[in-house]
């Protein structure tokens, strides 16, 4: 009697497909989404780095928010009531 397997297979028949072939040919199969990169322009995106956390860190704080909301909104009330006048 054979072992039950210590992983829990995938019951889904495309991955069942996909490792069969991987197993038969010895190699993974291409992704497709890697054909329609232009290698040239996935260098240029890279060539400033990541910048999320840059972004993130230079952000303005809430209170900051507050007063640009503030100023903001009092340019465009005190505008209306000058064109009311």
Request: proline share 6%.
């Amino acid at each position: 009697m054979q072992k039950r397997s210590s992983k829990k297979k995938s019951r889904d028949v495309n991955v069942l497909a996909s490792q069969i072939v991987e197993e038969t040919t010895g190699e993974s199969p291409s992704k497709p989404e890697d054909a329609n990169k232009n290698p040239a322009a996935v260098a240029l995106g890279r060539l400033d780095g990541l910048k999320g956390g840059k972004a993130r860190s230079a952000k303005p704080t809430p209170e900051q928010r507050t007063e640009i909301a503030k100023k903001a909104a009092n340019a465009r009330w005190s505008a209306k009531k000058q064109r009311q006048a």
